[in-house]
């Protein structure tokens, strides 16, 4: 890793490295007292356990670990510690944690107590199991009353829990091996968390059903298990894994599409640093401008005034987001923004409208709030707004719109956004969010068919949570669940993840695609004290620059044989084509492009990619014909 932190991730905070441990063909990573990264003979079997303890807002505890001992040995590997967490009112939740580990599996064990009685929402096990490679797959699934059930993995995003009363899963991991994991001390159930944009399946504990949050009280000790069990049946447990390549093979797809617009987010907030970046704004040139209106947040008639004179110094295609208050007859409310619109000449091309209300989460077990039907919503922004196309869907996540899946007879696009820190906030898992992508938008396409589809703003930092009661504040700069603002966005990483992102959905045939804002917290411009690209920019700048320029144009499918590591898509015009690639490690990356003809390779057909770098490579005249 390069000694620049702060150029990669924007904050000079380093992660803790991981505590790689063995035991025969069994590998994990101990990370922060957790187990991430479970593979058996270089197959991912698991992507985490972990013993999770959450606040009532759903924000995660970072307990202090103490008497961390680890003993690795030529048979497995065993570790044990205490933990504390530190609530509010100087309540505490103390847990003393055993793992052990061997070629056949491990044990995970933790024993809970509070000397003063803790509140929380979740307290207890969380099992993450991979998605690449076993969506869709076969598992076999025992629950609490001893029944067992043979059925699949979710190939679809599920909205609610596929599995209920859960005490054990079995799934293959390759031909001849399979895993069974074991939960004790609790009822478990699982979550799709795809629908988050997390790239897992969840095994947790409580159930949702049950109220929080709650009491664990004081003085009693909870004690809760995980049992990991390989079982090999390969003659003489033949190895599967492949012999690593030096570099990464990047090939030619067969599918193809165009790339969207970009769009850039306008809230009201930085309307006036937006104003006074008009120059910027048109040498950026992005195909669309959001603006973002909510009467519940304060947001008054007068912001469309800034809203005019930004879309009049860039006269671009327009869209605005509406956060319907609801508390009043829709048509009233609609007729009262469009009033205020037209006094400020602010006439949007597309409104994008939602029930302020349907922002927050409903759930499982959970009550839906009081709303107006959708389709009287829609029926009165027809009416209120007639020049302006009307869409639809959540101006919160994919999960909202899974489980409140709106009627789109009357509209004339969808609409979402994803955020990658809602669990969790290291760097490893915000990248993994982009496996995620794809299921997300291949699961709206089977909700709303062919209907025009737009995505975002989609930034790394959280704008609104609908999962608690607020974002967190992040004043000192570190990676922060749920956080309104986040330093990677700041640093070549947030550059990264937007390339990224832009690849993994380019299946989806988006209309529309938002990815920052030009100024602010999700913006493009620098603060004081920030990583910057030339001009005072940040780093993202390039990239949605990049996105911007090729908005409109053919991509051509590019196969990465590790995709987690680098992604790549080729854009192709009429006397010009590229590849392009990211590379989404804080490793140094080799790439191998023998399979297009590229001229001036640096050896043997290969690329040196730069921790988080993105690398135009054009194709000569012979690959561009090999590959149309």
Known sequence: MTDDVFLLYGTRDREDPPVRLKAGLLEVDLVGGNLRSIHYDGVEVLRAIAYVVRDRDWGTYSPTIEDLDIDQTDKGFAIKYRANCKGPNETSLMFAVSITGGNDGLVFEADASSPTGFETNRCGFCILHPIT???????????????????????????????????????????????????????????????????????????????????????????????????????????????????????????????????????????????????????????????????????????FKDFSKIAQSYPVATALEIALPCQNVPLDECREIASQMQAAGFKPDAIMISPAIDRQSTPPGSAWPDCPPPEDIYAAAHIAFPESRIGGGMLSYFTELNRKRVPSSQLSFISHCTNPIVHAADDLSIMQTLEAIPFITRSTRAIYGDKAYRIGPSTIAMRQNPYGSRTMDNPDNRRIAMANRDPRHNGKFGKAFAMGYAIRMLDAELECLTLSALTGPFGLVAKEGEPTAPGGLRPIYSAIKLLIELAGTVWLEAISASPTDVLAAIAQRENHSALHLVNLTPSQQDVDLSAFSVANFESKGLRRLDPFEILTVPLTAQSRDRIR
């Open 133 to 303: 490679g076993v969506a869709g797959r076969p598992v076999t699934v025992e629950h609490t009353d001893g029944s067992t059930e043979e059925t699949n993995l979710p190939d679809l995003i599920e909205p609610w829990q596929p599995f209920m009363a859960m005490r054990a899963i079995t799934h293959p991991v390759c031909d001849g091996v399979e895993a069974e994991c074991r939960m004790e001390g609790d009822t478990f159930e699982m979550e799709d968390q795809r629908n988050w944009s997390d790239a897992s399946y969840k095994t947790y504990v409580r159930p949702l059903a049950l109220p929080w949050p709650y009491l664990v009280p004081a003085n009693e000790t909870t004690g809760q298990k995980v049992v990991l069990k390989i079982r090999d049946t390969r003659p003489q447990a033949a190895s599967a894994k492949a012999t690593k390549k030096t570099a990464i093979e990047v090939t030619p797809g067969t599918k193809s599409g165009l790339f969207p617009k970009i769009g850039v987010i306008v809230r009201p907030e930085d309307a006036f640093d937006t104003i006074k970046k008009s120059t910027l704004l048109s040498e950026l040139a992005p195909q669309e401008l959001l603006f973002h209106f909510d009467p519940l947040a304060g947001h008054t008639g007068e912001v």
